[in-house]
T-cell receptor, first 114, second 117 residues
Framework: DVKVTQSSRYLVKRTGEKVFLECVQD?????MFWYRQDPGLGLRLIYF???????EKGDIPEGYSVSREKKERFSLILESASTNQTSMYLC?????????????FGDGTRLSIL | AQKVTQAQTEISVVEKEDVTLDCVYE???????LFWYKQPPSGELVFLIR??????QNEISGRYSWNFQKSTSSFNFTITASQVVDSAVYFC??????????????FGEGTQLTVNP
């Protein structure tokens, strides 16, 4: 079974702090994704990566950056946290193939910015 | 641009009732994939089904069934004889077929299903 592990379930930070959210997958997947989930808005893609050191912006990249130095690890960085970044953050991974493969999700990190 | 609409924000049923969750999508691609995910209260999204745009056959898996209709751009999900454990948020999602890089998903807003005993 694919395991996607997010470093924290709950996190509380202060406005202006630099925040790191870590995600690790154990199935050698090429693709990794970061989403945020807000009530009434579903999941929105922040960034994704299809290879080490490669990244692409999703639908809402402003205020975020990412890092993928190793295939199994994909980090989301809030450069200067703001209260409107309080949300549930979900990491996912998938195998790359012509037939789009399902994404496998972590348990999520509920981030509160005070 | 792609879009997925789940018009039902919340549905509440009594155990053993059948329930259908609606999903309507928009895309300009001719090749695409549709997915359903379940998010129980624990938070992790669980993959339920994937369908590609060339396969309009309906699918049944136990109490779950899916109706894909390209003519109406819909991919509806029916749970037969619902159970309390079916209570969750259900997401419909769409992905484009990309040749060179990973597939990104566009999610609907989600439908909160509550099954009461």
């Amino acid at each position: 079974d694919v395991k996607v592990t997010q470093s924290s379930r709950y996190l509380v930070k202060r406005t202006g702090e630099k925040v790191f959210l870590e995600c690790v997958q154990d199935m050698d997947h090429e693709n990794m994704f970061w989403y945020r989930q807000d009530p009434g808005l579903g999941l929105r893609l922040i960034y994704f990566s299809y290879d080490v050191k490669m990244k692409e912006k999703g639908d809402i990249p402003e205020g975020y950056s990412v890092s993928r130095e190793k295939k199994e690890r994909f980090s989301l960085i809030l450069e200067s946290a703001s209260t409107n970044q309080t949300s549930m953050y979900l990491c996912a991974s998938s195998l790359w193939a012509r037939e789009n493969q399902p994404q496998h999700f972590g348990d999520g990190t509920r981030l509160s910015i005070l | 641009a792609q879009k997925v609409t789940q018009a039902q924000t919340e549905i509440s049923v009594v155990e053993k009732e059948d329930v259908t969750l609606d999903c309507v999508y928009e895309t300009r691609d001719t090749t695409y994939y549709l997915f359903w995910y379940k998010q129980p209260p624990s938070g992790e999204l669980v993959f339920l089904i994937r369908r590609n745009s060339f396969d309009e056959q309906n699918e049944i898996s136990g109490r779950y069934s899916w109706n894909f209709q390209k003519s109406t751009s819909s991919f509806n999900f029916t749970i037969t004889a619902s159970q309390v454990v079916d209570s969750a948020v259900y997401f419909c999602a769409l992905s484009e077929a990309r040749e060179t890089s990973g597939s990104r998903l566009t999610f609907g807003e989600g439908t909160q299903l509550t099954v009461n005993p």
